[in-house]
């Protein structure tokens, strides 16, 4: 029965599901907005005008929005843009890679306001939550995660999946991240809330799902001159505004100073390192642009967790180094091996780009937090950095590094388990995904232009030609 249950027979049709849970998502999203989220202090009309009376400010420059805003667009394009042009390497599947990571990002983003909110903006006495710019921010690291387990993901789901993912991701997220910050009191967990729990909720699901006949459609699992050309920008704009990406909600003052200066540094080492390595693993020592894009960023990744931590400039250029190198091998010799051993089908590498840099980032933080001490940081510096107050003031900053550790752990198993879980729900043949020979292919899922639709007539009575229409 499980086997006819779960079994290959696959239809793209979606004209029900797709718009079924986007209008009933998005009517939700209205009335939980309606009852739960209002403006905070800082974008409240009477709110902000009391606010400047009590603070004793004069004018409104002093308002949150001017100092985080240039943040907040750096992190939003690289959320659309960054993250959607990555995606659109594949040669028949642009359409795709960037339009259902706009789609769910759109409605990640929500939900992730609302799920973030009940953890960390609930007003006990009134029982509203109150958001402004940095919640947006915050709202748009949640949705990474699952934008980072659709790279794992690509070309062999529906937009109805992805949308599922996104639910799931966006709530684990918020749960590991209160774990993480709250609980555990880890400073700044970039690397590990986002890029490590993304990276294995993704591979999770990947695993979950895994097609065995998926080389029916290798032909179309590949990149073109202009394709990869597309996937440049994406990746260039990542790497551009990942300083913005690290530092968007750390301490005002030095500490995102800091932050900026060792993401900056590191992500410039780790290209160099990256060029160099693919340029040896090829017989006649010629480039790879899959490295290229994405190896070259996984010291933005690796970074997400020391940057604020006073790593040194030349301790961020060792990082960014080694994660140039590190991720180039994982591209090389790890993805083939997950696919062949572990039947894990990853189409854009999410492995080496998240997962791995990510958990190395997050025990990175975890050394660096626990060799601290007051002559480098200052008595201030330290309760600043860390945040040690309240009933963390007595920790040790050894035990600071331990918690570091465990957050790190924390965010790798709510990936797995999480991702094994929602990719069984995923399994269920109720969700319009392609066939395994019809991957890769945005014929499935969007109108193509004219010229695109080359259908060899061979194929007329292939089993996913019957719902076409020719109309020649």
């Not at 684990?172 to 294995?200: C, K, Q, R, S, W």
């Not at 699901?205 to 394709?227: E, F, Q, T």
């Not at 993805?335 to 080496?352: A, S, V, Y």
Request: contains cysteine; charged residues 15%.
């Amino acid at each position: 029965l499980s086997a006819n249950f779960f079994g290959p027979q696959k239809n793209t049709y979606i004209r029900v599901s797709l718009p079924a849970v986007c209008f009933v998502w998005q009517i939700a999203m209205v009335v939980l907005f309606g009852v739960f989220i209002r403006y905070d202090e800082e974008s409240d009309e009477k709110g902000w005008n009391e606010f400047k009376k009590s603070h004793n400010i004069t004018s409104n420059i002093e308002n949150d929005f001017y100092f985080r805003y240039p943040s907040f667009q750096d992190v939003h394009v690289m959320i659309f843009v960054g993250f959607g042009f990555l995606m659109t390497f594949l040669k028949r599947y642009s359409f795709g890679g960037v339009g259902f990571n706009f789609l769910i990002a759109a409605f990640g983003l929500q939900w992730a306001l609302l799920m973030q909110g009940w953890f960390h903006a609930l007003d006990p006495v009134t029982g509203k939550i109150t958001i402004g710019i940095e919640s947006l921010i915050n709202a748009d690291f949640c949705c990474a995660g699952s934008l980072i387990a659709y790279g794992a993901l690509l070309g062999k789901v529906s937009p109805v999946q992805l949308m599922v993912v996104t639910l799931f991701g966006v709530t684990l997220f918020a749960v590991e991240e209160y774990i993480i910050l709250d609980l555990f009191h880890v400073n700044a967990g970039g690397a590990m809330v986002i890029h490590t729990f993304g990276g294995y909720y993704g591979l999770a699901i990947s695993w979950v799902l895994y097609r065995p006949n998926l080389n029916l459609s290798k032909r179309l699992n590949g990149s073109v001159y202009h394709s990869d050309l597309f996937a440049m920008i994406g990746a260039l704009f990542l790497w551009m505004f990942w300083p913005s990406f690290n530092s968007a909600i750390t301490n005002h003052g030095a500490g995102q100073h800091r932050t900026v200066i060792n993401t900056y540094l590191a992500l410039a080492s780790c290209v160099l390192t990256t060029f160099a390595i693919s340029s040896m693993s090829q017989k006649k020592g010629k480039l790879d642009m899959v490295h290229i894009q994405n190896a070259s960023l996984a010291a933005g990744v690796a970074m997400g967790t020391a940057a604020e931590l006073m790593i040194t400039p030349y301790g961020s250029i060792i990082v960014g180094f080694c994660c140039g190198i590190i991720s180039t091998f994982g591209y090389l010799y790890v993805t083939p091996f997950l696919e062949k051993k572990l039947k894990l089908q990853d189409t854009c590498g999410i492995h080496n780009l998240h997962a791995v840099p990510g958990m190395l980032g997050g025990f990175v933080g975890a050394i660096v937090a626990a060799t601290a001490t007051e002559e480098i940081y200052g008595k201030e510096g330290l309760i600043e950095t860390f945040d040690l107050t309240g009933k963390f003031e007595n920790r040790t900053m050894s035990t600071q590094g331990g918690y570091q550790a465990a957050g790190t752990c924390v965010a790798i198993a709510f990936g797995l388990v999480g991702g094994v879980c929602v990719g069984f729900i995923l399994r269920f043949p109720i969700w319009g995904d392609p066939a395994d020979d019809f991957c890769f292919d945005d014929e499935a899922y969007w109108e193509l232009p004219e010229d695109e639709e080359t259908i060899p007539p061979v194929l007329e009575y292939n089993n996913h030609m019957v719902n076409k229409h020719h109309d020649t």
